[in-house]
């Protein structure tokens, strides 16, 4: 490894909220900074000279294989990736990382280096959040537009009988109102969709 690389490598080594491998042409691992270590470090005592896949989901390993083959396509250019690496317990932590593959000054590849970052926390808000508007959503559709259905249904059925030039026109205005409130629903449940990534 080139004394650049080391040094910067001893800079980053200290960051506690990322995470810094490098790893060989074979997939040992060359080096793992202290958060990695402290965080994954249940696994193995000592990361260095051993396969980085041991602590990758088996799932998600064959996206792993095709990102590297993509950094040594272009080496210098990051390539993103979230992998599931196994923590205490049994459980997997979401990690997003950006790989990029390494040449010395002969041109020959060394390795890949990875700066990654855990985002378990960040994907649990983002599922309450979903859950929070599907909620939402079917407050909206069943227990909100219910009762306006039901006004309408009764405008209509009060509008074919005898009344009186007053009482027809406040239950027309009830029935205008009823179906602007429709469409507000309506259009609400669109945009909440579309929030939620389900929108057609």
């Not at 317990?89 to 990029?100: H, Q, S």
């Not at 979903?130 to 009764?154: C, D, Y």
């Amino acid at each position: 490894m080139q004394n650049g690389q080391k040094y910067l490598l001893k800079l980053l080594d200290s960051m506690s909220d990322f995470y810094l491998i490098a790893i060989d042409m074979q997939g040992n691992y060359t080096y793992v900074n202290n958060a990695f270590s402290e965080r994954f470090g249940f696994i193995t005592n000592n990361f260095v000279g051993k396969t980085c896949m041991e602590d990758v989901h088996p799932e998600d390993a064959p996206e792993v294989y095709r990102v590297v083959e993509d950094c040594l396509k272009a080496p210098g250019q990051f390539r993103s990736i979230i992998i599931r690496k196994p923590v205490k317990g049994g459980a997997y932590a979401t990690t997003d990382w950006d790989f990029v593959a390494l040449k010395n000054d002969e041109g020959v590849f060394e390795g890949v280096m990875c700066i990654g970052y855990e985002v378990s926390e960040l994907l649990d808000q983002i599922e309450l959040k979903n859950r929070t508007i599907e909620r939402l959503q079917f407050i909206q559709s069943h227990e909100v537009r219910k009762p306006v259905a039901n006004i309408l249904g009764l405008v209509d059925i009060i509008d074919t009988t005898n009344l009186d030039a007053n009482t027809k026109f406040a239950i027309q205005r009830i029935g205008e109102s009823a179906e602007q409130l429709d469409e507000i629903l309506h259009d609400l449940a669109g945009r909440k969709r579309s929030v939620g990534g389900e929108a057609k």
